[in-house]
């Protein structure tokens, strides 16, 4: 039997061990210690609510897990149930909101929530989704997850040795860039994580052209991020809900703007609530380049403007194939 000052010792001999090494995964991108071990939640904690697409009334359990398990969801009518990571390689469909799926099994809408994991230092957590294939809305922003998390709070992890893991962030060396049309979306090498975002609704002036940039942190993510809301535009909305979509929207969990009468459920929280919650998306999406309880969002200035779900997971399969590219050259 290890006694208890062994152990310890061989927790700090693993911790050191990981601090010295700094991981290039290709020319752009190093993944670096940060000295600090990866974090999950002390105890379990649930949320239920409607779900945006399909309108089924879902919850989703978040419970603690092991150093290097990273974030995944269990989900599905089999047994045992599917088990799908929260990782950029099961991203199926990222039109209206982002989709994982693993063997027929899929989870929708889940950006918000896995926005303030990441945002939170959640790096390890088991997602359990029940009643139906997606996240609930709650008020359409990360507010409710942020508080979840917090009631319960956060212990270091460890994995099933007894052993933490030193958590590694990614961070950029040199600009990568992705564009479609008018779209863009922009990583610069960076001190410390910057997101810029920028949108333009010229038809609908309640919106128009919004800008919002800050550096990242979890402060700065809790006080100005967390809390804005999914925007929609009032006209756009009757024709997805015609083509089955969207059944679940409502003023409760969206804030919806008419292009002649502004907004229909005032007021906001900020005025430029709808650039915020790009900002909200972006932060969930780019949390799907996380690997094994890492973090996902790299170091780096992120410039993006007029993008979505769907331009920010093919920037994220960007960083990812650049960096699996390099492990295999390695190999060879
Ligand atoms: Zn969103």
Not at 67 to 79: M, P
Not at 89 to 97: E, I, K, P, R, T
Not at 175 to 186: D, M
Request: hydrophobic share 35%; aromatic share 8%.
């Amino acid at each position: 039997m290890t006694s208890p000052l062994l152990r310890h010792h061989h927790r700090r001999r693993l911790l050191s061990t990981c601090t010295r090494s700094l991981k290039w995964l290709s020319r752009s991108i190093s993944l670096n210690p940060t000295g600090r071990p990866q974090q999950t939640l002390a105890s379990s904690v649930s949320r239920s609510g409607t779900a945006l697409h399909s309108g089924d009334f879902t919850t989703a359990r978040l419970l603690p897990a092991a150093a290097g398990e990273g974030r995944f969801f269990v989900a599905g009518h089999s047994r045992p149930r599917t088990r799908i990571p929260a990782a950029i390689g099961h991203v199926v469909d990222s039109a209206l909101c982002t989709t994982l799926a693993r063997d027929g099994t899929r989870v929708r809408t889940v950006e918000h929530l896995l926005s303030a994991l990441e945002a939170c230092g959640v790096d390890n957590c088991r997602i359990e989704i029940d009643g139906g294939d997606e996240v609930p809305l709650l008020d359409g922003s990360a507010k409710e997850w942020v508080e979840a998390i917090k009631q319960v709070g956060l212990c270091v992890a460890e994995d099933q040795h007894g052993y933490t893991l030193d958590k590694l962030v990614p961070e950029l060396h040199e600009p990568l860039y992705l564009w479609h049309g008018s779209s863009f979306l922009i990583a610069l090498p960076s001190q410390k994580i910057c997101i810029t975002y920028g949108i333009d609704f010229p038809k609908v002036p309640s919106i128009g052209c919004q800008w919002f940039s800050s550096f990242m942190d979890e402060s700065t993510y809790t006080k100005e991020i967390a809390s804005s809301r999914t925007f929609c535009v009032y006209e756009e909305v009757e024709g997805m809900r015609r083509a089955g979509l969207c059944k679940g929207g409502s003023a409760d969990n969206a804030i919806v703007c008419s292009i002649t009468g502004g907004w229909l459920n005032p007021p906001l929280r900020f005025f430029d609530e709808p650039c915020r919650h790009k900002v909200l998306d972006l932060v969930g999406d780019f949390s799907l380049f996380a690997q094994n309880g890492n973090q996902g969002l790299p170091i780096a200035h992120i410039i993006a403007y007029k993008a979505g779900h769907a331009l920010h997971t093919d920037f994220v399969r960007l960083l990812s194939r650049s960096s699996t590219e390099l492990r295999e050259r390695l190999l060879r």
